[in-house]
C-alpha cells in the first residue's frame, strides 16, 4: 500500500538560508505526490503537487519540490527561508484502493526559523 | 475561492457526553473528509462522503458516526466521547469525483477537541 515517511520531525533554519524537507514514498507506480504547509492555528494549504511530466514542479509561496523515482522522494526545497516559512509541512500521497482515492499523509516537519 | 468552515475552533467536552462537530463547505463540492491530527502521527482519515447521505470508512473509524444529509455539510458524531479522542480535527473537500485523481484537498481550520 501507498505510504508516505518524513523523516525528520523537527528542523530549525537561519533566516536567509535555504530549506530541504525530506519525503519517501512507497508506491510501485508512478504516485501522485503534495506538499502541504499548516501555519500556527490554521488549517492546511497545498503549496505544489505532482502527477506527471516535468519532475521540478513551482509551488507557491517560492517553495519548489524534485520527484526522482530512482530515490522514491518528493523533497520540498526553498532558496531562501524567511520568517514566516515556520509552520508544519506535510507530504502526501493518493492511496487508490476500493474505486475510492484517498490521500495519505506523513506525519510531518516542523519548521523553526531563526532571526 | 473555497471556503471551508468548521463551527468551533475549541471545544471542550466531558467523558462519555454526545459530540458533533460540523463542517460548511461553500462551493459544491462532491467530496467532503473528516481527519483526526495528532502529533507524530499527521492526519489520519476518519470518515469521508462523495454525495448526500453516502459514508465510507476511513482508516480509523472506530468511535465515531458520520452524516451528510446536504450537500454543503459535513458533520463528524462521537457517540461517547472518551479522553483518548483529544486530538485535533480537521475537515476536508474536493470538486473531483471518486475516480478522478485531481485531488487538491481544501481545509478547514480545524477543531482542537479536549475531552476530560
Known amino acids: 500500500a501507498q505510504s508516505v515517511t518524513q523523516p525528520d520531525i523537527h528542523i530549525t533554519v537561519s533566516e536567509g538560508a535555504s530549506l530541504e524537507l525530506r519525503c519517501n514514498y512507497s508506491?510501485?507506480?508512478?504516485?501522485?505526490l503534495f506538499w502541504y504547509v499548516q501555519s500556527p492555528g490554521q488549517g492546511l494549504q497545498l503549496l505544489l503537487k505532482?502527477?506527471?511530466?516535468?519532475?521540478l514542479v513551482q509551488g507557491i509561496k517560492g517553495f519548489e519540490a524534485e520527484f526522482k523515482r530512482s530515490q522514491s522522494s518528493f523533497n520540498l526545497r526553498k532558496p531562501s527561508v524567511h520568517w514566516s516559512d515556520a509552520a508544519e509541512y506535510f507530504c502526501a500521497v493518493v492511496r487508490f484502493s476500493g474505486g475510492y482515492n484517498k490521500l495519505i499523509f506523513g506525519a510531518g516537519t516542523r519548521l523553526a526559523v531563526h532571526p | 475561492d473555497v471556503k471551508v468552515t468548521q463551527s468551533s475552533r475549541y471545544l471542550v467536552k466531558r467523558t462519555g457526553e454526545k459530540v458533533f462537530l460540523e463542517c460548511v463547505q461553500d462551493?459544491?463540492?462532491?467530496?467532503m473528509f473528516w481527519y483526526r491530527q495528532d502529533p507524530g502521527l499527521g492526519l489520519r482519515l476518519i470518515y469521508f462522503?462523495?454525495?448526500?447521505?453516502?459514508?465510507e470508512k476511513g482508516d480509523i473509524p472506530e468511535g465515531y458516526s458520520v452524516s451528510r444529509e446536504k450537500k454543503e455539510r459535513f458533520s463528524l458524531i462521537l457517540e461517547s466521547a472518551s479522553t483518548n479522542q483529544t486530538s485535533m480535527y480537521l475537515c476536508?473537500?474536493?470538486?473531483?469525483?471518486?475516480?478522478?485523481?485531481?485531488?487538491?484537498?481544501?481545509f478547514g481550520p480545524g477543531t482542537r477537541l479536549t475531552v476530560t
Open positions: 508506491y510501485g507506480a508512478t504516485p501522485y
Open positions: 476536508a473537500t474536493t470538486s473531483t469525483g471518486a475516480l478522478l485523481i485531481s485531488y487538491e484537498q481544501y
Open positions: 505532482y502527477f506527471s511530466g516535468d519532475t
Open positions: 462522503s462523495y454525495d448526500v447521505k453516502m459514508k
Open positions: 462551493m459544491d463540492h462532491e467530496n
